[in-house]
């Protein structure tokens, strides 16, 4: 062997490389066939506390995760994160040794959209800024944001990001899938607090490929604009309501059911659908969901998945009716469809949403067409942000139970609440839609206009 290839430290990822040491290790044993991911980043973060620098942050990541198939169909995965030649060639020996004890009745398979040629994203590129940058931009805009009213006293959550990243899929029948992006974004949670009440926070976040580009301004007057309203606050009563969610908060909502989309989670007995479900009406027949992650909006877009496979866009809920899952190759297989992109590689391959997109048929209208949350007179509880989603959701059973902040809203007059639990069945919520907005938001996890839903149960909290 080449000492000189053997010995080398792959930095950025190499396509070529890694694709001939792959080759030359399983020719050297019994293999019949491979693939593998892999994917490196370059993080530099930035947080701040009072005009003062409170952490500095730079790290490197790289990993792998190989497959190998032995000659009685026995697949074996390892992950490293040792990409010199020997921690390759180390990784290999383990899958080999790991394909001893694979399950030869349930194997995966190459996504046979592996090849197929991908959409050309074209993701722009940032020029890299260095931490002193980072960290004197973070300080003007901490500064600029307790500078815009007297009762902000502190920004205790904030942080500054600038991120390069990028991804491989290769296999032993030649598909060869290379490419690299770049992400910024900037988090600010600041607090304030007025004589006699209780302090009070907001926040709010941006994301852009390309940190010169990166909306700070907006960042800094939302959340002073939130927090400032949430200053006047009163208690609530227990009751259901007519509620709004805001485009951030029904995204929220949506991607913590985003297992009734997923096929593997169907399939593991963990969805609220089954395998008959497509073409079930699962709600308002005005509400289309698909997830789009080759949106132009979607600035951290990779053009194909974990397996390979070409990132798609994908219609989930069209006129009420669930049309599509997101899949796998193993899902598609078994289902007898086309995977969709949505994989990632794994010991067991996992199935995720990309980037939702929410928004109404034209076809249909509204059961309460008069409905504004510019302008609209009736009594309503306007839902800005979920809190505790990994706790407060059961995904398998439909049900959530969620602290939010929000306002009530009467007569166009916003009211902060102090304290309150939004709680339901997600597929109820779907089914007492009554108006759509016509007017898409882009936030920082999708898009989605403002949705209204009547009679939601809220929990007022003393």
Not at 9 to 31: A, C, V, W
Not at 112 to 130: F, G, Q, T, Y
Not at 290 to 296: A, C, I, N, T
Not at 420 to 449: C, F, M, R, Y
Request: aromatic share 6%; with cysteine; proline share 3%.
């Amino acid at each position: 062997m080449d000492n000189s290839i053997s010995s080398q430290q792959i930095g950025e990822l190499d396509p070529e490389l890694l694709n001939s040491l792959l080759e030359r290790y399983s020719n050297d044993s019994e293999i019949v066939k491979w693939d593998m991911g892999a994917s490196a980043s370059r993080d530099v973060s930035v947080q701040v506390q009072q005009g003062n620098a409170k952490q500095l942050k730079g790290s490197q990541r790289n990993s792998m995760t190989l497959r190998v198939w032995n000659k009685y169909n026995q697949v074996g995965i390892t992950s490293t994160s040792d990409l010199t030649t020997e921690g390759i060639n180390k990784a290999m020996r383990g899958a080999i040794e790991a394909s001893l004890f694979g399950n030869k009745k349930e194997s995966p398979e190459f996504s046979p959209l592996a090849k197929k040629e991908l959409v050309d994203i074209n993701p722009k590129s940032s020029n890299p800024h260095s931490i002193d940058e980072l960290l004197s931009i973070l300080k003007k805009a901490e500064k600029q944001l307790i500078d815009t009213h007297q009762s902000i006293d502190s920004v205790p959550y904030n942080g500054l990001n600038e991120s390069y990243m990028e991804r491989i899929y290769l296999n032993s029948e030649g598909a060869n899938r290379h490419m690299k992006l770049s992400q910024s974004s900037i988090y600010l949670y600041a607090k304030a607090q007025e004589e006699n009440k209780k302090p009070r926070s907001a926040g709010g976040i941006r994301i852009n490929s390309n940190l010169d580009e990166l909306d700070i301004e907006s960042c800094i007057n939302e959340t002073s604009d939130k927090l400032i309203s949430h200053l006047n606050y009163k208690s609530i009563e227990t009751s259901k309501y007519l509620i709004c969610f805001s485009p951030e908060a029904f995204l929220q909502l949506i991607n913590a059911f985003s297992s009734m989309f997923n096929a593997r989670s169907i399939i593991d007995g963990l969805s609220l659908m089954n395998e008959d479900s497509i073409g079930n009406q699962i709600a308002v027949s005005n509400l289309n969901i698909s997830d789009e992650g080759l949106h132009p909006e979607n600035v951290g877009a990779f053009s194909f998945d974990g397996e390979g496979t070409p990132t798609q866009n994908v219609k989930l809920i069209s006129n009420g009716r669930l049309t599509n899952l997101l899949h796998s190759e193993a899902t598609a297989r078994k289902f007898g469809v086309k995977p969709t992109g949505h994989a990632g590689l794994g010991a067991k391959v996992s199935v995720s949403p990309d980037w939702l997109v929410v928004s109404k048929s034209e076809s249909d209208i509204d059961k309460e067409k008069n409905l504004n949350v510019k302008n609209t007179l009736k009594e309503y509880i306007l839902i800005d942000e979920l809190s505790a989603i990994h706790s407060g959701v059961k995904a398998s059973q439909g049900s959530f139970s969620l602290p939010f902040d929000g306002w009530i809203v009467n007569d166009g007059k916003r009211i902060s609440i102090e304290a309150a639990t939004v709680a339901g069945d997600i597929l109820k919520v779907l089914k007492n839609i009554v108006k759509i907005e016509n007017e898409q938001i882009v936030t920082h996890q999708g898009i989605s206009p403002h949705v209204w839903v009547e009679n939601i149960s809220i929990t007022g909290e003393a």
